[in-house]
């Protein structure tokens, strides 16, 4: 019999060489710098992201739910984005007669590279809390709905070589018990 021989590794590397012909890592990573001035240069646009720390938090064994006031927070990271705010939504309480109307804020969208929250150590996470400054005394709140993880489509890589960024969906914390900075 053959002597076998198995790869028992525990991490398989394979490079990424589908578009080496016309793109590399150099070109990968030059892109990725042009992309960072642009943003922390020319943008400017910035989030607090306030990450919850799971580890400490008291959290429902069963259910997974908890009381917002036994959340425990990581340090606040700022983040460099682009980011849109969607316009406000008139709501009512009764939708007959259109009685108790109230403004809701819209939703928060943003794209973060990826290389930035590796090197500040931050992981964006469903649950976790993004504060925007409105004004010089007013910061609004939002929850995070969609962390961007599965972001290895054609949209979020650079010309398919492999995933760049992510786009993070939030949605506004209208409550102030719910989180309050």
């Known amino acids: 019999m053959a002597n076998l021989q198995f790869n028992t590794k525990p991490i ?30 020319d943008v400017n646009q910035t989030v607090i992201l306030y990450q919850v720390d799971l580890t400490k938090t008291n959290i ?6 908890y009381k917002p006031e036994q959340l425990v927070f990581k340090t606040p990271v700022e983040l460099h984005v682009l980011y849109e705010i ?42 976790d809390f993004i504060g925007i ?6 910061m609004r709140y939002f929850v995070v709905t969609n962390d961007g993880r599965n972001n290895f489509d054609n949209a979020h890589s650079m010309y398919g070589y492999k995933p760049a ?17």
Do not use: H
Not at 60 to 65: A, H, P
């Open 133 to 138: 400054m409105v004004d010089e005394t007013t």
């Open 165 to 181: 960024w992510r786009s993070v969906e939030c949605a506004p914390v209208s409550d102030k018990g719910e989180f309050n900075g």
């Open 60 to 65: 429902d064994t069963i259910y997974g739910e």
């Open 12 to 41: 398989r590397k394979n490079p990424i060489n589908r578009n080496n012909l016309f793109y590399s890592e150099e070109s990968y990573q030059f892109e990725m710098e042009l992309g960072r001035d642009y943003l922390e240069q």
């Open 86 to 127: 969607d316009p406000s939504e008139l709501r009512s309480y009764d939708k007959s007669k259109n009685l108790g109307t109230y403004i809701k804020d819209g939703k928060l969208k943003f794209g973060v590279y990826q290389f930035s929250l590796d090197e500040l150590g931050a992981e964006i996470k469903n649950g």
